[in-house]
């Protein structure tokens, strides 16, 4: 009886979306494609703060003036969504995630990838796999559920019988559709574009695809505004005192 229900858990435990080239860690099998790309955008993120912030001035110049302003634009946003009280405490979080998301989009707009081979499976954009981006929408919810406990302690749970014990259930689901909307629409997105683009390199390799990589660039940017700014509102919404 007990098979009887765990085997629908573990069919749909075993979908696995595109093919991958997987490396074998004790009893454990990873998508070792996912990890080789996650790799390189960590390298260029930590390589762009070092050069940034290797040797402050009190006047910035050069490259330092390019990470004050991205570090002002994720303070500015944080700000925006969490709230002036908390913010500060949410900069490092949304900057992380903006960040990662951002350079794994533009690293899947502008480098070729499928050029380098793997005996199975093939490279792309971190935020090509659905993995990676369920990942960070995970991330997300347990990041404002811990905000609201820690503000609110179990007092948070009131908010899913506000403004009436009836709402109960539509605002359980609301919980569990958060982090399916943010992970499927950045996957979604970024899948979409790479196809796009891969389908008309194959067919018109010259010209044509290079306004689709242009756009590819800036829908990317736009997918990871995207992403940061719904993380800073589901956390500003948590730590929301409602009356």
Same mark, same amino acid.
């Given at each position: 009886?007990?098979?009887?229900?765990?085997?629908?858990?573990?069919? %749909?435990?075993?979908?696995?979306?595109?093919?991958?080239?997987?490396?074998? =860690?004790?009893?454990?099998?990873?998508?070792?494609?996912?990890?080789?790309?996650?790799? $390189?955008?960590?390298? *260029? %993120?930590?390589?762009?703060?070092?050069?940034?912030?290797?040797?402050?001035?009190?006047?910035?110049?050069?490259?330092?003036?390019? /990470?004050?302003?991205?570090?002002?634009?994720? !303070?500015?946003?944080?700000?925006?969504? *969490?709230?002036?009280?908390?913010?500060?405490?949410?900069?490092?979080? =949304?900057?992380?995630?903006?960040?990662?998301?951002? @350079?794994?989009?533009?690293?899947?707009? +502008?480098?070729?990838?499928?050029?380098?081979?793997?005996?199975?499976?093939? #490279?792309?954009?971190? /935020?090509?796999?659905?993995? /990676?981006?369920?990942?960070?929408?995970? &991330?997300?919810?347990?990041?404002?559920?811990?905000?609201?406990?820690?503000?609110?302690? #179990?007092?948070?749970?009131? !908010?899913?019988?506000?403004?009436?014990?009836?709402?109960?259930?539509?605002?359980?689901?609301?919980? $569990?559709?958060?982090?399916?909307?943010?992970?499927?629409?950045?996957?979604?997105? %970024? &899948?979409?574009?790479? =196809? *796009? *683009?891969?389908?008309?390199?194959? +067919? @018109?390799? #010259? %010209?044509?695809?290079?306004?689709?990589? #242009?756009?590819?660039?800036?829908?990317?940017?736009?997918?990871?505004?995207?992403?940061?700014?719904?993380?800073?509102?589901?956390?500003?919404?948590?730590?929301?005192?409602?009356?």
């Amino acid at each position: 009886m007990s098979e009887f229900f765990l085997n629908p858990f573990s069919e %749909i435990a075993e979908v696995s979306v595109g093919q991958h080239f997987y490396w074998q =860690l004790g009893p454990y099998e990873v998508h070792g494609q996912v990890l080789m790309t996650s790799w $390189f955008v960590l390298a *260029v %993120i930590f390589a762009l703060s070092f050069l940034g912030n290797s040797n402050l001035k009190s006047t910035p110049e050069g490259f330092q003036n390019f /990470t004050e302003l991205v570090t002002e634009f994720i !303070r500015d946003l944080a700000k925006t969504q *969490v709230g002036e009280e908390e913010y500060l405490k949410w900069v490092p979080y =949304l900057g992380t995630v903006f960040l990662f998301i951002l @350079v794994s989009n533009w690293s899947g707009a +502008l480098l070729p990838w499928h050029l380098i081979e793997l005996p199975n499976g093939e #490279l792309a954009a971190p /935020t090509n796999d659905i993995n /990676t981006t369920v990942a960070l929408a995970l &991330l997300t919810s347990i990041s404002y559920f811990y905000a609201g406990i820690r503000k609110k302690g #179990l007092g948070y749970f009131k !908010r899913y019988v506000q403004p009436a014990a009836f709402l109960l259930p539509i605002n359980v689901l609301e919980d $569990f559709t958060k982090p399916l909307s943010l992970s499927f629409r950045l996957f979604g997105n %970024i &899948l979409a574009d790479e =196809l *796009v *683009v891969g389908v008309l390199v194959a +067919l @018109v390799p #010259l %010209i044509i695809p290079i306004p689709i990589m #242009l756009l590819g660039v800036f829908t990317s940017a736009i997918q990871a505004l995207v992403f940061a700014t719904l993380a800073g509102a589901y956390i500003g919404e948590a730590l929301e005192d409602h009356h």
